[in-house]
């Protein structure tokens, strides 16, 4: 991947947050057949979407730039 756009610090893949009322669930690796099928994967998937349809209680404090500092910034190259 090339391009400016991809000159960022580490950004989370997964992510969760409540927002309002309603939950958010956020997971972006799941692009490849072999993801899919990773028993890791799918664990944290349903994990979060049991979390985001109301049918486990976990708490999601806002942790971002604890764990990965400076993911909202962008370089331009």
């Given amino acids: 991947m090339k391009g400016g756009c991809y000159h960022r610090p580490p950004y989370p893949a997964v992510w969760a947050r409540k927002h309002q009322k309603g939950r958010v669930f956020f997971n972006s690796m799941g692009h490849t057949e072999e993801i899919w099928t990773n028993p ?33 910034q962008l370089t331009a190259k």
């Fill in 40 to 72: 890791a994967f799918q664990a944290v998937t349903l994990a979060g979407l049991h979390w985001a349809v109301g049918n486990t209680e976990v708490d999601v404090p806002p942790n971002i730039d604890k764990v990965t500092p400076k993911a909202s």
